[in-house]
């Protein structure tokens, strides 16, 4: 499995931090696939020939998630994994991608209303979810951890009773806390930056969230770090509207295609792999391995 250990790589990701930016400046692109003209047909009526009459597709991803979703200080562009792999579907499309912001609660309402066509926002596989919106294969595995200032007496998740820990409303740490750290104080707010925040100012110890958000947080600011091991295993999957099967295939036929010639590892390496030094193999669980890491807890 394609766990990142953060806080092994750290001291590279640390030296990277001049090397972000430039790839935030547009250096080392993958190479795109070979475009050679043709605009795939789709079945009229199908919700692909829909987005090819409109001409766009839109996305909803993060704006403040480096390096999944987030925007660049000096372009304004909305750039990262999430955005690359968005990217890659409107181009199978032929359309032009539309990226809005999609924060974590808002993901499956802007699906059940039509705010956005797709969801790649850094968005866990679970059966709750499973039972509103239908999710695509796996496309990444994030882990579970504690993020507090370097000086914190934290020293992980079972660390955190009388604690105030921040993370997102709508996301899986709402959950993963209440079992994991059943004692701490949970600050619920919008976005990470506002956690971010928060732990920056000492308003709260502790941020828990995917390892891949809270390494964007120790970019900017060295003096937080990761405390303790991961705790839970997240695999992301696009969001997709509920029901919407040949969709489905057709998103699931682009990640896989993606993984299969090389662009997921371009990508890893573009936005992960050149500040860690290390090469994770792109994900082989499938969607009901997925599933099974979180059975169902409400809706379903
Ligand atoms: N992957 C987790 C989730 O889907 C946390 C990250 C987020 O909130 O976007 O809830």
Known sequence: MAHVRWSRRWPVVLVSVFALVAAACGEDEPEPPADDGQMQEFPAGSTMAELQEAGEITI???????????????????????VDLGQAIADELGVEPNFIEAISDNRIPFLVDGTADLILSTMTITTDRDAEIDFSIPYYIAEGRVLAPVDSDITGVEDLAGKTVCTATGSTYEENLKENAPEAKLR?????????????????DAVSTDDVILTGMIIQDDTLELKGEGYTVEPYGAGIAEGDTDFKEFVDGVIQAFIDDGRWDATYQKWIGQYTGETDPAPTMTLEEALELRPCEETC
Not at 61 to 80: H, L, M, S
Not at 188 to 204: K, M, R
Request: some cysteine.
């Open 60 to 82: 909803g991803v993060k704006y403040d998630v480096p390096p999944f979703g987030f925007r660049n200080p000096q372009t304004d562009a909305i750039e990262g994994f999430d």
């Open 188 to 204: 619920l707010v919008d976005t990470y930056s506002e956690c971010f925040e928060l732990v920056q100012t000492g308003a709260v």
